[in-house]
């Protein structure tokens, strides 16, 4: 059986991100001189905006960052990635995260990570945690070419667990065999 599992919500608090997030809105508001939640709260709002559409890149946080950039007028551009590098070894997954991906593996199923973050990043993420060790690969939209709504990411899933009702709920349930957990 093939059992897609999410990452953020699911594996690891979406907080885990702050301190990246935060890093990076404190780089660019440092050259404008605006306080970083104010760039914070253009990147938020920039990635909403993108979400409206379904598009991939509602999820590169590297174009996110360099547009918010660009529109204070800075002219950078962000690597995401150099400031995961920095903080991701203190990413706390949520407690039964591993155990969980250890018995379905240990049942014989197969596990996919199935995320809309990009695999830039949450390849990243995957290995440094140690989630690696669990899974048979990792679905991100740039990989599969459309966001968790469209049936190519839920190909040959019988389950899906997850955290958010509209991407691991609403589109699953359309598209995956079996089951839907959140």
């Not at 199935?114 to 993420?125: D, F, H, I, M, P």
């Not at 048979?136 to 469209?150: E, H, Q």
Request: hydrophobic residues 45%; charged residues 25%; proline residues 4%.
């Amino acid at each position: 059986m093939l059992i897609l599992i999410d990452l953020d919500g699911t594996l690891l608090p979406l907080e885990a991100w702050d301190p990246v997030f935060q890093d990076i809105s404190m780089q660019i508001a440092s050259k404008v001189n605006v306080d970083w939640v104010t760039i914070y709260r253009a990147a938020k709002n920039l990635n909403r905006e993108l979400l409206k559409g379904f598009t991939v890149r509602a999820f590169d946080w590297d174009y996110i960052f360099t547009e918010v950039a660009h529109r204070f007028g800075v002219p950078m551009n962000i690597d995401v990635n150099e400031t995961l590098v920095k903080y991701v070894r203190g990413f706390k997954p949520f407690d039964g995260a591993f155990e969980l991906l250890r018995v379905i593996r240990d049942l014989g199923h197969r596990v996919v990570i199935a995320t809309n973050g990009l695999y830039k990043y949450q390849s990243v993420v995957i290995e440094e945690l140690g989630f690696s060790k669990f899974i048979d690969s990792i679905r991100t939209p740039d990989i599969i070419g459309c966001p968790k709504n469209c049936r190519e990411f839920f190909d040959g899933a019988q389950v899906m667990i997850g955290d958010n009702p509209l991407f691991d709920v609403y589109y699953p349930a359309k598209f995956v065999d079996d089951r839907v957990y959140w």
